[in-house]
């Protein structure tokens, strides 16, 4: 088997390296309903094995899959780009709660983006919870509207993960 990726850095984005207030205003907001409660959703949207399952990376080879390493402080999505480039998302948990997770963001290749901040709020009790994500500090026009890709296609598939059969 052949490795494409370096093994990922355990620390990914520190504290010290992005501040709130360099935080650029560009953001965008997402709220879905799901069928599960926060602990489960919280875990599918945590560990890398169900990471896999449910993010959707825009403008990726077709052939390519996606790789997430993740532990308590953050994880680390490897894949190939359109053009064959090795590219990384990395995240560093700022907050890691059930109900509150606050993510600094980064992506890493050829086309790289300036450190953001998403923000994923979970609420509700028993089997249905409300999740909220911000994602601010987007640089760009490019750069939002391939978030937006990314967080749609994502958050659709975690939806499906959940559709009452």
């Known amino acids: 088997m ?3 990726f370096a093994q990922p850095e355990k620390v990914l984005l520190s504290a010290e390296q992005i501040r709130p207030q360099e935080l650029k205003p ?17 875990h599918v949207l945590t560990i890398s094995e169900y990471m896999e399952t449910w993010l959707h990376v825009p403008e990726r080879q077709k052939e390519s899959s996606i790789h997430v390493v993740s ?6 999505v490897q894949y190939m780009d359109e053009k064959g480039s090795p590219t990384a998302l990395l995240g560093a948990y700022q907050t ?14 050829v086309s790289q983006s300036d450190p953001s901040l998403v923000k ?4 509700g009790d028993f089997e249905r919870t409300t ?3 911000t994602h601010s500090g987007l640089s760009s026009a ?3 509207h391939w978030h937006w890709k990314l ?4 958050l659709e598939k975690l939806s499906s993960l959940f559709e009452l059969q």
């Open 96 to 109: 890691f709660r059930t109900s509150k997770t606050n993510i600094l963001w980064r992506k890493s290749g």
């Open 71 to 76: 532990d308590p402080t953050g994880f680390h």
């Open 2 to 4: 052949t490795t494409l």
């Open 26 to 42: 560009s953001s965008l907001s997402f709220t879905v309903s799901l069928n599960a409660d926060r602990r489960r959703i919280f």
């Open 142 to 144: 490019e750069d939002i």
């Open 131 to 133: 999740l909220s994500l």
């Open 120 to 123: 994923i709020r979970l609420n």
């Open 151 to 154: 967080w749609k296609h994502s």
